[in-house]
């Protein structure tokens, strides 16, 4: 299979105060396409970091990730805006919806996000539509006019999935969906999650809890800023 | 368009947003009531001004005055930009009110009430005799007698009294002079030194100036020529007054008349008396009453001073409601960037937020003030019978009403200058705002 992102030798620590904290030491991580990956490892051991430098959220301090080849570094920072809105989409382990947006309007964000005025107002039926299908395939289609406060966490992050796939991105990045979800709830997380990987969506998770990471057609784990792969 | 919706939603959804308005708002409906009133007191000062001495004044400040006038006015009088000329003569005067001892140096002007009225609007500043000005110096009761128009505060009698005008009658002053020859030594030296005469009161002009109401007397020209020693073969007077016709600009109409001038008195170089016109100046009304207009335009420079600082209290009251809000607002900003908004973006977003306060706040501040500004002299009146309480000290400013006359420019500009406080507050922190990193904000979130 086409290797979709592939990650070498990132490094990455951050200040506190003097002390210097060393999260990754050299990972290295290999992703084709439509795989689903779990990333696994102890709390504090860098999974979110790692995660956020893969959908270029953040920058490596040292290291390199390709992204279908083209390594992320040297894309301009108004391009990388451009490739998080186009190319990824991360749900969060808290939803991270918008309090002051409607579901169907969180839901196309990343539509109104990535275009001008003109532009919302060309592509806004096709943006709308698209969400509803969305929300309909997450069993969410009476909800689209509520408000976020106004849902089950399970809910929540099944919106914040619709959010992250309106866009039709190349890469799905979950960091712990479930972690704050009872397991029932997790459970049918994990399902739409495994439903969208068999309709070939590449999806990279990251979860602390091995029967969670089970699920995901492969397991690399993180330890001591380092991945040791399976 | 996102941004547009979400600041809309912001602000509609988050009281502190409302607080903004209030600060905002306040600050408005402050600086347009007292933009307005002090426009308004400054146009009408500047106006009353303009009304007592027409558009252009030919004179010197000399008590000696200048010669030759006569033709000069006649050359102005054929002038087809030149509508009105008045010959006027000023001087100081020892006046004492007639049945006391107490002298009292005031200022009297020699005028013809008719060109005088023409040239300015004095007859407008008359209490009886707006409708027929050639007879303000006439006495009804005895033709003999020779009248005279002290400014209302000159008179030292309450308004009350000036509807009895048999009452004014009575009162008569003394006037003596101390004539000058044209060299400006005393005229009458060896005999008395001073001429006095008799003039009473038939009338009373009201400028709307306290200087000129409470320091000069109005007298008949050919009286005050005599008094002062201007008159015989060569006659002198102080200055003219020009209006000009409505549609001549009044810079263009002074450089007609300051061009007359200067051929004129050359012509008259060889006259006897020709050393007093190098004294004479042509002037604007603004700068013949530069030495009144310029405090009272000094003082609207400052209040505008201030205003710029209740502006700058609009900019930290924004700045400091946006760092709540933004601050509030973190994890928005992150869940943003994480779809692929800019910093730019974001510094838009709150732009737009920061734009619907100012534009709110503007709304309701100007529709505010100037609700309150209709009714600010209601509203002052009842709180001077109520509490003795007065905004505007009538005795400084000189002003019957509270001007209340709204400036649709000033409104536009305090608008524009609200709006833009709101910008400017609102940039530093969402700037701050926008240069945070994504995951850092995501994480703390976490934690
Ligand atoms: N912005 C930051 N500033 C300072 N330290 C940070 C920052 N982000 C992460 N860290 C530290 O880096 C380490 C790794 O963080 P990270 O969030 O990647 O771990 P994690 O594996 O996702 O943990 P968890 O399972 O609890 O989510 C932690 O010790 C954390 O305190
Ligand atoms: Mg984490």
Same mark, same amino acid.
Request: aromatic share 10%; charged share 20%.
């Given at each position: 299979?086409?290797?979709?992102?592939?990650?070498?030798?990132?490094?990455?620590?951050?200040?506190?105060?003097?002390?210097?904290?060393?999260?990754?030491?050299?990972? %290295?991580?290999?992703?084709?396409?439509?795989?689903?990956?779990?990333?696994?490892?102890?709390?504090?051991?860098?999974?979110?970091?790692?995660?956020?430098?893969?959908?270029?959220?953040?920058?490596?301090?040292?290291?390199?990730?390709?992204? %279908?080849?083209?390594?992320? &570094?040297?894309?301009?920072?108004?391009?990388? &805006?451009?490739?998080?809105?186009?190319?990824?989409?991360?749900?969060?382990?808290?939803?991270?919806?918008?309090?002051?947006?409607?579901?169907?309007?969180?839901?196309?964000?990343?539509?109104?996000?990535?275009?001008?005025?003109?532009?919302?107002?060309?592509?806004?039926?096709?943006?709308?539509?698209?969400?509803?299908?969305?929300?309909?395939?997450?069993?969410?289609?009476?909800?689209?006019?509520?408000?976020?406060?106004?849902?089950?966490?399970?809910?929540?992050?099944?919106?914040?999935?619709?959010?992250?796939?309106? &866009?039709?991105?190349?890469?799905?990045?979950?960091?712990?969906?479930?972690? %704050?979800?009872?397991?029932?709830?997790?459970?049918?997380?994990?399902?739409?999650?495994?439903?969208?990987?068999?309709?070939?969506?590449?999806?990279?998770?990251?979860?602390?809890?091995?029967?969670?990471?089970?699920?995901?057609?492969?397991?690399?784990?993180?330890?001591?800023?380092?991945?040791?792969?399976? | 368009?996102?941004?547009?919706?979400?600041?809309? $939603?912001?602000?509609?959804?988050? $009281?502190?947003?409302?607080?903004?308005?209030?600060?905002?708002?306040?600050?408005?409906?402050?600086?347009?009531?007292?933009?307005?009133?002090? *426009?308004?007191?400054?146009?009408?000062?500047?106006? *009353?001004?303009?009304?007592?001495?027409?558009? #252009?004044? +030919?004179?010197?400040?000399?008590?000696?005055?200048?010669?030759?006038?006569?033709?000069?006015?006649?050359?102005?009088? =054929? =002038?087809?930009?030149?509508?009105?000329?008045?010959?006027?003569?000023?001087?100081?005067?020892?006046?004492?009110?007639?049945?006391?001892?107490?002298?009292?140096?005031?200022?009297?002007?020699?005028?013809?009430?008719?060109?005088?009225?023409?040239?300015?609007?004095?007859?407008?500043?008359?209490?009886?005799?707006?409708?027929?000005?050639?007879?303000?110096?006439?006495?009804?009761?005895?033709? *003999?007698?020779?009248? #005279?128009?002290?400014?209302?505060?000159?008179?030292?009698?309450?308004?009350?009294?000036?509807? !009895?005008?048999?009452?004014?009658?009575?009162?008569?002053?003394?006037?003596?002079?101390?004539?000058?020859?044209?060299?400006?030594?005393?005229?009458?030296?060896?005999?008395?030194?001073?001429?006095? /005469?008799?003039?009473?009161?038939?009338?009373?002009?009201?400028?709307?100036?306290?200087?000129?109401?409470?320091?000069?007397?109005?007298?008949?020209?050919?009286?005050?020529?005599?008094?002062?020693?201007?008159?015989?073969?060569?006659?002198?007077?102080?200055?003219?007054?020009? /209006?000009?016709?409505?549609?001549? /600009?009044?810079?263009?109409?002074?450089?007609?008349?300051?061009?007359?001038?200067?051929?004129?008195?050359?012509?008259?170089?060889?006259?006897?008396?020709?050393?007093?016109?190098?004294?004479?100046?042509?002037?604007?009304? $603004?700068?013949?009453?530069?030495?009144?207009?310029?405090?009272?335009?000094?003082?609207?420079?400052?209040?505008? +001073?201030?205003?710029?600082?209740?502006?700058?209290?609009?900019?930290?009251?924004?700045?400091?409601?946006?760092?709540?809000?933004?601050?509030?607002?973190?994890?928005?900003?992150?869940?943003?960037?994480?779809?692929?908004?800019?910093?730019?973006?974001?510094?838009?977003?709150?732009?737009?937020?920061?734009?619907?306060?100012?534009?709110?706040?503007?709304?309701?501040?100007?529709?505010?003030?100037?609700?309150?500004?209709? *009714?600010?002299?209601?509203?002052? !009146?009842?709180?001077?019978? $109520?509490?003795?309480?007065?905004?505007?000290?009538?005795?400084?400013?000189?002003?019957?009403?509270?001007?209340?006359?709204?400036?649709?420019?000033?409104?536009?500009?305090?608008?524009?200058?609200?709006?833009?406080?709101?910008?400017?507050?609102?940039?530093?922190?969402?700037?701050?705002?926008?240069? /945070?990193?994504?995951?850092?904000?995501?994480?703390?979130?976490?934690?």
């Amino acid at each position: 299979m086409e290797v979709l992102l592939k990650a070498e030798d990132l490094y990455k620590s951050y200040k506190m105060g003097p002390t210097k904290v060393k999260v990754l030491k050299g990972a %290295n991580l290999t992703v084709k396409k439509g795989e689903f990956a779990a990333i696994i490892g102890a709390s504090g051991s860098g999974k979110s970091t790692l995660l956020h430098i893969l959908g270029a959220l953040d920058r490596p301090d040292k290291g390199i990730v390709k992204f %279908n080849g083209q390594d992320l &570094n040297r894309i301009p920072a108004r391009d990388l &805006n451009k490739f998080r809105n186009k190319k990824v989409g991360f749900v969060f382990q808290f939803y991270h919806l918008l309090d002051e947006l409607n579901v169907l309007e969180n839901v196309y964000l990343p539509v109104m996000a990535g275009t001008s005025i003109p532009g919302w107002f060309l592509c806004r039926k096709w943006a709308k539509n698209r969400a509803k299908e969305l929300l309909e395939q997450l069993g969410l289609s009476e909800r689209a006019k509520h408000k976020p406060y106004q849902l089950s966490g399970g809910e929540r992050q099944r919106v914040a999935i619709g959010r992250a796939l309106m &866009n039709e991105p190349v890469l799905l990045l979950a960091d712990e969906p479930t972690g %704050n979800l009872d397991s029932a709830t997790g459970n049918s997380i994990l399902e739409v999650l495994e439903s969208l990987n068999k309709a070939g969506q590449t999806i990279v998770m990251v979860t602390h809890d091995e029967r969670i990471a089970k699920r995901a057609g492969r397991i690399v784990k993180i330890i001591d800023g380092e991945i040791k792969g399976a | 368009m996102y941004k547009i919706t979400l600041a809309l $939603k912001y602000f509609l959804k988050r $009281k502190i947003s409302y607080f903004a308005v209030l600060a905002v708002t306040l600050c408005v409906f402050i600086v347009v009531i007292v933009m307005t009133v002090m *426009n308004g007191i400054v146009g009408d000062f500047k106006q *009353n001004n303009y009304k007592v001495t027409g558009d #252009c004044v +030919v004179g010197t400040s000399s008590l000696v005055g200048f010669a030759y006038y006569e033709d000069f006015i006649k050359i102005l009088e =054929q =002038q087809k930009e030149i509508a009105f000329v008045a010959p006027v003569i000023k001087s100081f005067a020892l006046i004492r009110p007639k049945g006391t001892n107490t002298d009292e140096a005031l200022e009297i002007l020699g005028i013809d009430p008719n060109s005088y009225s023409e040239a300015t609007e004095f007859g407008n500043t008359l209490f009886y005799n707006r409708s027929s000005v050639s007879d303000i110096f006439k006495v009804r009761s005895d033709p *003999n007698l020779v009248g #005279c128009v002290p400014g209302h505060s000159v008179l030292k009698i309450s308004q009350t009294g000036y509807s !009895d005008r048999t009452r004014i009658s009575r009162y008569a002053y003394s006037i003596s002079c101390f004539p000058l020859t044209a060299k400006g030594a005393p005229a009458d030296a060896g005999t008395s030194m001073v001429r006095t /005469k008799t003039f009473y009161v038939n009338d009373i002009s009201r400028s709307g100036l306290p200087r000129i109401d409470g320091s000069i007397i109005y007298l008949p020209f050919d009286q005050v020529q005599k008094l002062c020693g201007m008159d015989g073969p060569t006659k002198r007077i102080s200055r003219i007054h020009i /209006k000009f016709q409505p549609e001549v /600009k009044l810079r263009k109409g002074c450089e007609i008349v300051r061009s007359l001038w200067e051929e004129y008195s050359l012509q008259k170089q060889t006259e006897t008396q020709a050393f007093l016109l190098g004294t004479v100046t042509v002037q604007n009304w $603004k700068e013949f009453r530069r030495d009144s207009i310029a405090p009272m335009e000094n003082e609207e420079a400052e209040l505008i +001073v201030m205003f710029g600082f209740v502006g700058l209290t609009t900019v930290f009251i924004v700045l400091v409601v946006f760092y709540m809000i933004i601050s509030h607002k973190s994890k928005d900003i992150g869940i943003l960037k994480s779809v692929g908004a800019s910093k730019k973006d974001m510094i838009e977003l709150f732009s737009i937020f920061a734009f619907f306060v100012g534009l709110l706040s503007s709304v309701i501040g100007l529709f505010a003030g100037w609700l309150f500004l209709l *009714n600010i002299n209601r509203i002052e !009146d009842w709180l001077y019978k $109520k509490y003795e309480f007065q905004l505007w000290d009538r005795a400084i400013y000189a002003i019957g009403d509270i001007p209340n006359r709204v400036n649709f420019t000033i409104l536009l500009i305090i608008a524009a200058a609200a709006i833009l406080a709101c910008l400017v507050g609102a940039f530093f922190p969402s700037w701050q705002a926008a240069r /945070k990193h994504p995951a850092e904000i995501l994480q703390v979130n976490q934690l």
